[in-house]
């Protein structure tokens, strides 16, 4: 005969310790993130609940909760329930004080941001809009919103048909980064608790970290080879084209510069320096143009390189050259 099973006597789970969850360090978004994101074609509502998160480092629901009549734009500033239930301000920027009028459309009360859809029934009368009985934006859809917008962003090498298999930024980010921006600026204690509104300055150590604008230019500033700038590797990887371009022509005017310096040496001798020469009197890259030849790159066949009187082609003892002028050379 079986045994039944014995019952769970306790809870199996006490003395197990939950383990952290691994701190991401990557949420404050970079300058050039934060540029793409207000270049965005999205509609009035975003850009302008967006751009009131990024001035104000509110919290999403703080912005959402405001009403029409919280609103102070001559003083560029509002009035919100903050997290607790305590009632504070905002302060936003110009950026904010340009949108906030057209969203607002002369309107006296109700919702600040609203959605395009009537208010279920049910729904409080604080979160609809009277006269067109619209409801107040949700959380959830305004972060369904951002993220949506903002995939091609987080992946930028993706192509746009597979935008529906990224995961985009989380609201969050954008007070996030402004916080973090503060601090890299300086900014005091007890000003970051009021732009923040948190309780404990404990709470501030998640913003102390600077973000990755700022450990790039601190690792910039201290490259020992700063003539090579990292602006200047991004381009030639993100554009070979252009990067070829550029080479193309600096090698055209090499070449224009040493056929000056054969047919009138007495006229540019003068402005060439002996460290000059050394430094960028190298030859003619001539595999860089498009249907070019080489030419011998030896530093001890600089003196030697001869040019032909007929065509001006450049050789040295070390090169081939097709002209077919017979003793077309002389020295150089």
């Not at 230019?217 to 252009?242: F, K, M, N, W, Y």
């Amino acid at each position: 005969m079986k045994t039944p099973p014995r019952a769970i006597a306790g809870d199996p789970t006490i003395g197990i310790e939950r383990r952290p969850a691994a701190p991401n360090r990557t949420r404050a978004l970079a300058e050039n993130q934060i540029a793409a994101l207000w270049r965005l074609d999205v509609a009035l509502r975003e850009k302008t609940q967006w751009k009131m998160l990024h001035e104000t480092a509110a919290r999403t629901d703080e912005t959402l909760c405001l009403n029409v009549e919280d609103l102070y734009p001559q003083d560029k500033r509002g009035r919100i329930t903050a997290k607790g239930g305590a009632t504070e301000w905002i302060h936003w920027q110009s950026g904010t004080l340009q949108l906030l009028p057209r969203l607002i459309a002369g309107r006296r009360h109700g919702p600040l941001f609203f959605t395009e859809r009537k208010a279920p029934a049910g729904t409080p009368t604080l979160d609809v809009w009277p006269e067109t009985e619209r409801n107040r934006l949700s959380y959830r859809r305004a972060e369904e919103i951002f993220e949506e917008s903002t995939r091609l962003l987080t992946n930028p090498l993706a192509a746009p048909k597979e935008t529906d298999t990224l995961e985009g930024w989380t609201l969050n980010r954008i007070r996030h980064s402004a916080l973090t921006r503060d601090a890299e600026d300086g900014t005091s204690t007890p000003m970051l608790l009021a732009r923040s509104r948190h309780a404990s300055v404990r709470s501030l150590e998640r913003y102390a970290r600077s973000g990755v604008d700022a450990v790039a230019r601190h690792v910039a500033e201290r490259d020992p080879q700063p003539a090579v700038s990292a602006s200047r590797v991004t381009r030639g990887l993100v554009c070979p084209r252009i990067s070829a371009s550029l080479q193309l022509v600096a090698e055209t005017l090499r070449l224009a510069l040493d056929a000056l310096a054969l047919h009138a040496n007495d006229c540019i001798s003068p402005f060439m320096t002996q460290g000059w020469a050394e430094r960028y009197g190298r030859p003619v890259r001539y595999d860089r143009f498009s249907r070019g030849r080489k030419l011998c790159s030896s530093m001890s066949c600089r003196s030697a390189r001869t040019a032909c009187g007929s065509c001006g082609t450049l050789t040295c003892p070390h090169g081939v050259t097709s002209c077919s002028v017979p003793g077309g050379y002389e020295q150089w």
